[in-house]
């Protein structure tokens, strides 16, 4: 599949997240046979101010191409503005965040504010596309609430602003994380535009990806909490997807190499200061789901330096917890896009 003229090596994408998808986190992802991943939304008037946490978000050194970057906001000068300057960056894609239900977010206008108001996200994505030569997509959710589910409205008008990509997330802004995405309203919009469309909500498995591509025809899959401390899933799903390959789930020795192999990458790319707390989770993460691992998950919130993150993986190989028996990412994990 396409956006624009970039060809993307499979249907699979990974979910913008906040405080997730950074630097490391997408080269894994990508390593594992993502088509394309996003970087973290970042806010359109942090950057225009020059934010210095903006522009280490829009950090691009170590992606595999074609590469998005997410942009939020509800000015459309503003917005214009920072899509040139993601451009300038090294953006591929630039994607709009139409999406985010957070309050901070929705105060500026921005995020899922825009599906309150059509005009405004129109002139949004018109502005933006007028004012880079990459590729533009939108990532949307049904509406705002129950009342007001305007997704194909938003698509077909979106689409005329001359966007390359959709993303559906399967909720209103209303239902923010709960309760299970509408996959036949993602497979409407599918059916009412001719961009290719991703759908976004509870893949948990390559099977749930499967079933879904199959049901709705979306061009693509984009996982979300699936892949919080499991981004083998990309792995499985890619597989899944393109060659009808079942990939069985990582062992305990494999899921622990992989979190050493995030965390190496992590503690490369932010540093000794910096990088063992941002670690936390994701190890935390990585360990969910394993009985007789909740020990190291307490251990996990107080690593604060490299032999610390060292000592618990260490500690976690002498243990034998036997296969991940549940995965609940999508029971604790955490629920909110925050912006930088
Ligand atoms: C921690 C977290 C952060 C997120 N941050 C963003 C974001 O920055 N931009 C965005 O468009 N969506 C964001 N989302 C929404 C996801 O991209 C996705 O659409 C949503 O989680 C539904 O998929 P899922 O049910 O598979 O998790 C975030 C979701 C989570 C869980």
């Not at 953006?91 to 309050?103: F, K, L, S, T, Y």
């Not at 309150?116 to 997509?137: C, G, I, K, N």
């Not at 602003?161 to 209103?172: C, D, E, K």
């Not at 009985?291 to 060292?310: C, E, I, K, N, Y």
């Amino acid at each position: 599949m396409k956006i624009g003229s970039h060809e993307l090596i499979s249907p699979v994408y990974v979910a913008p997240m906040a405080g997730v998808t950074d630097a490391p986190f997408r080269k894994i992802a990508r390593e594992f046979g993502a088509g394309l991943a996003c970087t973290e939304m970042i806010s359109s008037e942090a950057l225009v101010r020059r934010h210095r946490e903006s522009f280490r978000l829009m950090d691009l050194d170590w992606d595999y191409r074609p590469v998005s970057v997410q942009l939020m906001g509800g000015d459309p000068g503003v917005m214009a503005e920072a899509a040139r300057m993601a451009e300038a960056a090294g953006a591929d894609i630039v994607d709009i965040n139409m999406g985010c239900p957070v309050p901070k977010v929705v105060k500026t206008s921005g995020g899922s504010s825009l599906l309150r108001d059509p005009e405004l996200a129109w002139r949004v994505s018109e502005a933006v596309v007028q004012a880079v030569s990459v590729p533009v997509t939108v990532k949307i959710r049904l509406g705002w609430d129950a009342a007001t589910r305007n997704y194909l409205a938003m698509a077909t008008r979106l689409e005329a602003t001359g966007i390359q990509g959709l993303a559906v997330h399967g909720r209103t802004r209303a239902q923010r994380y709960d309760p299970s995405a509408d996959w036949a309203a993602i497979a409407q919009v599918r059916a009412a535009v001719g961009i290719p469309v991703a759908g976004s909500g509870d893949l948990r498995t390559a099977d749930d990806s499967i079933r879904r591509m199959r049901e709705s025809g979306v061009a693509a899959v984009m996982l979300g909490r699936g892949i919080l401390g499991n981004l083998w899933l990309v792995r499985q799903t890619v597989a899944r997807l393109t060659a009808g390959e079942v990939i069985p789930d990582l062992s305990w020795m494999e899921q622990i190499a992989l979190i050493r192999r995030h965390g190496d990458l992590v503690l490369d790319y932010y540093g000794a200061e910096r990088g063992p707390r941002l670690l936390r989770k994701f190890i935390a993460w990585g360990l969910r789901g394993f009985r007789g691992a909740a020990r190291l998950r307490t251990m996990v919130q107080s690593v604060a330096s490299p032999d610390d993150v060292a000592e618990v993986l260490d500690r976690a190989l002498a243990i034998d917890p036997g296969m991940r028996v549940s995965d609940d990412a999508f029971d604790d994990g955490p629920a909110s896009c925050e912006a930088a």
